[in-house]
């Protein structure tokens, strides 16, 4: 089957991309020394963590428990929960499963969620790593406070195995990931140092984001984290982590109505999500019609206005490609990714852990 | 269960409030003449479509075939796609099982939409009705040309039943429904007249939007299409559609992190979705603490920066609840409702059609 004949909306995926994205980013942090334990949350799909683990990664990384569940079942054994967790009743309980499973690593960043972590491990020396700030200012705490910390979790009868962080001001627009990454190096150094010092058997030193992967990493940075890499999306482009001819996501959509001055495509926000960045206009692109962008969406319109553009509008019951604005929460929207390669449909593969907030 | 207790986040529906806003619109519509036809795109849910049904609606919007089969399968048999489908190869046989098994009406706004509908169906005379843009210009006919369309369809060997249209417009800001509803009205009215006069049966004239549904209709108009108001969110309050005290729907969070300037939830854009109109602050709003916006959202981080506000930090493991700016789009992103009375989880509803976008 040809991708433009599947029923749209659709989330398409180019194999040879994809496959492509996943090795470069793998091959680069080879040749640096780094481990790369991948974000899933940008796929939520077991099949591209098995390309990831193949090409060399140490283990994945999680947002969520129900996440961690979800590859745990799929027989991935080592998983970081990156996200200041705080289990209680049934989550509890969640948690000390997976303790009981996976080799599970899981954050904290404040002594509550460290206490909270502690009684549901229930005597399990559960491994935790100390999120540092290092400039979103979301969660994370300063390097200066990090032994203070780590030392908490400690007395709790945590195994404290090191510090991570994200920074995530890298998407503060197109000059910002330079900056971010060396906020993230020079934070985790710090941090790494101090626990050191202060007598910590320091394992992890963990960076993450596909903007800043590509910056130079201080000796102590022992891993990156890298998620949206394998497909990228219009914000890696602007943001220089990729060009536009990797991109392995494509939203397919078909062209409901044409009007002298607009069309409006079957892709609104219950398709493309709603991440809108002042820097990139528009909710999506249509890639083959001069990255025109979709100027307005409500939940089931992808309205594209012409304005002063020369393109010339499509036919009614045509297809056009989107290239969305952020992948992970476009992914997050379907229940399947359509696998393509040289322009045929190959397989689909189910969106796992689709909507596992919890 | 307290629904403080729940695993978060979640989406909690207050079964009260729920019931109220179904009877305060049903009755509304009965007392005006107007049939109701709820848009079920809000609520995705079996157990909700039943209310409405038995609060005296005559049948059910949908936006989308498959949103169609999931309340088709479910039992419900009058049942009208409000938006410009094009079905071809998969879609068409679906169109034709629909057409066989449900009282079935779809929306045409271009010759061409309405030549994949006629050959969809096969011979069969499907019910079309003509979408008339009473201002959104986003799909949709100017009145004027409502009879060439018509008759473009009769041609085809649809049946045209009416027209319908969506004053979208409604949501331009706090000022926008009066005037939106009054142009749903004009843009009805005449373009029925026209019809008429050029000999059609018009049987359906339908406006719809939650903003605009308390405006007065001119008498051709028949029939109403809100959907939103089953729950209300932070739009419908600005739009002034409701008020803060009917608002049935409600995100449950925990709170997983706290600094001396802000505080961070377990809920991000991954469960609050991406509506972020420039007439409300914020990605949703903190019930119980002034409605302090959340400032800033990435995927699983809902942050609430503090400013100048003069509320007192939560703690770390408590639980917060927030109002979301556009619950269609929220809903969309759980996977079951989680219902309660009295402060108790009494029953938990499948979001039955969600992610049914093809």
Known sequence: MHPRDIETPALVVELDRLTANVERVATAARGRGLRL?????????????????????????????SEAEVFARAGFDDLFVAYPIHPRGPGAERLRRLLDTVDLTVGV???????????????????????????????????????????????????VAGVFTHGGHAYGGPDAPAAAGHDEGAALAESADLLRGAGFDVRTVSAGSTPTTGVDRPPQVTEERPGTYVFGDRQQVALGAC????????????????????????????????DRPPWLAGAAAVTGLDDAPVTRVSEHHGVVDRGEASWGLPEVGSTVLLAPNHVCTVVNLFDELVVCRAGQVVDRWPVAARGRNA
Request: net charge negative.
């Open 37 to 65: 334990r991948p974000h899933v949350k940008t796929h939520k799909c077991i099949e591209i963590a098995r390309l990831q683990m193949q090409s060399g990664a140490v283990g994945l990384t999680v947002a969520t428990l």
């Open 109 to 159: 960043d404040t002594a509550a969620g460290a206490a909270a972590v502690a009684h549901a491990a229930g005597g399990r020396a559960a491994r935790v790593v100390v999120e540092v700030d290092s400039g979103q200012h979301r969660t994370g705490v300063a390097p200066s406070e990090t032994v203070g910390l780590a030392q908490a979790c400690a007395d709790l009868g945590l195994d």
């Open 243 to 274: 060009g536009s001819d990797d991109l392995a996501a494509t939203v397919v959509a078909t062209v409901v109505s044409v009007h002298a001055d607009r069309f409006v495509v079957d892709a609104g926000s219950k398709v493309l999500a709603g």
